[in-house]
């Protein structure tokens, strides 16, 4: 079984297309949640979720932007975005929103979360935030979003990696590139991060999304490069924050 893993869209219709035109072939697709927020495509890319997806996970902005919990503690710029999107989505959208189910949800030999198992809304950015996750798991591989950033941690016995997908060297950043984290049958756990697909944070502007490939015993890491002008454009045409067009080229 082949599942493509996807999180952190936030409305951005041209880094999905791009991801699903570019994925290799798969059995199932799986996502994390934030499928709306900061991007002005939120309709579409729900829709599409809707549609495509076997699992998914509610995301802070998806429960956000359909009215189960407020704003407050945001900075001003997701604000702004949260208020733009709930008074756009579509009635089909928001209750598509509101079914979402808080995670962990379980596959057979996977778990997926939105921010840690242990809260939704807690990011794991380091080893002390994967180490209770990573403890109490009793799948091999855990995958979540939220932070924006492709990569995670493994466990071995009592030996800790930072998984840390490195592009080989002399790529193109304006082209795809892929790397392989093969998964180890010695009791070694996972706890992994696709990637953003809609705004990642990691300094890559690329799409970032993943592909879980139980027979060949590998997750592999992908970036896609998507037409990042047209989508800075619809949020500056929207009028959301300029800052959310900028940050996309930046990757953070």
Same mark, same amino acid.
């Given at each position: +079984?082949?599942?493509?893993?996807?999180?952190?869209?936030?409305?951005?219709?041209?880094?999905?297309?791009? /991801?699903?035109? $570019? $994925?290799?072939?798969?059995?199932?697709? &799986?996502?994390?949640?934030?499928?709306?927020? =900061?991007?002005?495509?939120?309709?579409?890319?729900?829709?599409? +979720?809707?549609? !495509?997806?076997?699992?998914?996970?509610?995301?802070?902005? %998806?429960?956000?932007?359909?009215? !189960?919990?407020?704003?407050?503690?945001?900075?001003?710029?997701?604000?702004? $975005?949260?208020? &733009?999107?709930?008074?756009?989505?579509?009635?089909?959208?928001?209750? &598509?929103?509101?079914?979402?189910?808080?995670?962990?949800?379980?596959?057979?030999?996977?778990?997926?979360?939105?921010?840690?198992? +242990? %809260?939704?809304?807690?990011?794991?950015?380091?080893?002390?935030?994967?180490?209770?996750?990573?403890?109490?798991? *009793?799948?091999?591989?855990?995958?979540?979003?939220?932070?924006?950033?492709?990569?995670?941690?493994?466990?071995?016995?009592? *030996? &800790?990696?930072? /998984?840390?997908?490195?592009?080989?060297?002399?790529?193109?950043?304006?082209?795809?590139?892929?790397?392989?984290?093969?998964?180890?049958?010695?009791?070694?756990?996972?706890? !992994?991060?696709?990637?953003?697909?809609?705004?990642?944070?990691?300094?890559?502007?690329?799409?970032?999304?993943? /592909?879980?490939?139980?027979? $060949?015993?590998? /997750?592999?890491? =992908?970036?896609?490069? =998507?037409?990042?002008?047209?989508?800075?454009?619809?949020?500056?045409?929207?009028?959301?924050?300029?800052?959310?067009?900028?940050?996309?080229?930046?990757?953070?």
């Amino acid at each position: +079984m082949r599942a493509l893993i996807l999180s952190d869209i936030h409305g951005n219709l041209e880094a999905l297309d791009a /991801v699903l035109a $570019a $994925a290799p072939q798969h059995d199932a697709v &799986w996502n994390l949640g934030d499928v709306v927020g =900061y991007g002005a495509s939120p309709n579409e890319t729900v829709e599409c +979720m809707r549609l !495509l997806a076997d699992f998914n996970v509610r995301g802070n902005h %998806d429960k956000v932007c359909c009215g !189960l919990v407020s704003a407050e503690g945001y900075n001003p710029a997701a604000q702004r $975005a949260v208020q &733009w999107t709930t008074e756009r989505l579509t009635d089909r959208s928001v209750r &598509w929103l509101e079914s979402l189910q808080e995670g962990p949800l379980f596959t057979s030999n996977s778990s997926l979360a939105h921010g840690s198992p +242990m %809260d939704e809304d807690r990011y794991i950015l380091n080893i002390q935030d994967a180490w209770e996750p990573l403890q109490r798991a *009793e799948q091999r591989t855990s995958f979540f979003g939220h932070t924006h950033m492709q990569g995670g941690f493994q466990l071995r016995g009592s *030996e &800790w990696v930072h /998984v840390k997908p490195v592009q080989s060297e002399g790529v193109d950043a304006d082209k795809r590139s892929q790397w392989v984290l093969p998964l180890r049958e010695d009791g070694t756990r996972y706890l !992994l991060n696709p990637g953003s697909v809609g705004q990642p944070r990691d300094g890559d502007w690329r799409a970032a999304y993943a /592909v879980l490939d139980e027979e $060949a015993n590998e /997750v592999t890491f =992908y970036r896609e490069p =998507y037409d990042l002008a047209l989508a800075q454009g619809r949020i500056l045409m929207a009028g959301l924050p300029e800052r959310l067009a900028l940050r996309l080229r930046e990757g953070r």
